[in-house]
Nanobody
């Protein structure tokens, strides 16, 4: 079992930046890949980014590559999502997730945080 707690959401103007963090705890959280998904009202949960358990490999949604960056601190069992040049369409609830492997499908991930709201105003 892994528990995940996100932080860092908020309201930002278009063009601004936010940094989300997620703290993982429980049984061997360092052995899990960590990822971020987001869900806007009326839309399906979509993949944002993920990082392997070693931190050596990162994965991004093609549409977000270059604006978003994922990183992890294995000593603190945290994962961060740096979001730059934010757009109103980035508004969503952002969820941290963990599993043994990486997938771009939400149903393939076993553990989820409660989510943090990101609102980008125009």
């Amino acid at each position: 079992q892994v528990q995940l707690v996100e932080s860092g959401g908020g309201v930002v103007q278009a063009g601004g930046s936010l940094r989300l963090s997620c703290a993982a705890s429980g049984q061997n959280p360092g052995n899990y890949a960590l990822g971020w998904f987001r869900q806007a009202p009326g839309k399906e949960r979509e993949f944002v980014a993920a990082i392997s358990w070693t931190g050596a490999n990162t994965y991004y949604a093609d549409s977000l590559r270059g604006r978003f960056g994922i990183s992890r601190d294995k000593s603190k069992h945290t994962v961060s999502l740096q979001m730059d040049s934010l757009k109103p369409e980035d508004t969503a609830v952002y969820y941290c997730t963990a599993d043994i492997g990486v997938a771009k499908t939400a149903s393939m991930w076993s553990y989820w945080g409660q989510g943090t709201q990101v609102t980008v105003s125009s």
